[in-house]
C-alpha cells in the first residue's frame, strides 16, 4: 500500500488552513460534525495540508490537535492504480476505523458473523 509522497516533508506556509478546519469543526454542534472537505484544483496543496495532518512536522501547532481527532486517511496518487481503487479505499478505511480509539465498538459490530461474509478478501 502506497504513502503519501510528501511524509516527514517539512510543511511551510499553510499553517493558517489548520485553524480554518479546526474552527469547521468546532463551530458545528458535535451531533453534526461528520468531517472536513478539502478541496482544490491541482497544485493548490491538498496533498501537502493532509501529510501534515497525517504525519505532522510541526513540533506543536493545531495540527497536532487534529491529528488526535483524525478517524482515518487515504492517498489517491496517479501512478499508483490501488491507491486509486475503490475497494481498496473502503478496505483501508474499514481497517483504520477498527483500529481508532475514537469509536468503541466499531470493531465489533463489524466482525459479526452477517458482516464478516460481505467482506471481500483481500489480494495479497
Not at 488552513?17 to 493548490?44: Q, V, Y
Request: charged residues 25%.
Amino acid at each position: 500500500m502506497a504513502t503519501c509522497l510528501l511524509r516527514d516533508k517539512l510543511f511551510f506556509c499553510r499553517e493558517w488552513t489548520f485553524s480554518k478546519i479546526n474552527h469547521c469543526l468546532e463551530s458545528r454542534p458535535s451531533s453534526k460534525t461528520c468531517g472536513a472537505l478539502i478541496m482544490g484544483g491541482p497544485g493548490c496543496g491538498k496533498t501537502a495540508v493532509c501529510s501534515e495532518l497525517v504525519w505532522p512536522t510541526a513540533s506543536q501547532g493545531k495540527q497536532k490537535s487534529l491529528r488526535k481527532r483524525l478517524l482515518s486517511y487515504h492517498f489517491c496518487q496517479a501512478h499508483d492504480l490501488e491507491s486509486l481503487s475503490l475497494s481498496n479505499f473502503v478496505l483501508r478505511l474499514v481497517d483504520q476505523l477498527s483500529r481508532s480509539d475514537l469509536i468503541t465498538g466499531y470493531e465489533d459490530k463489524i466482525n459479526t458473523p452477517e458482516l464478516r461474509k460481505l467482506r471481500p478478501s483481500r489480494r495479497d
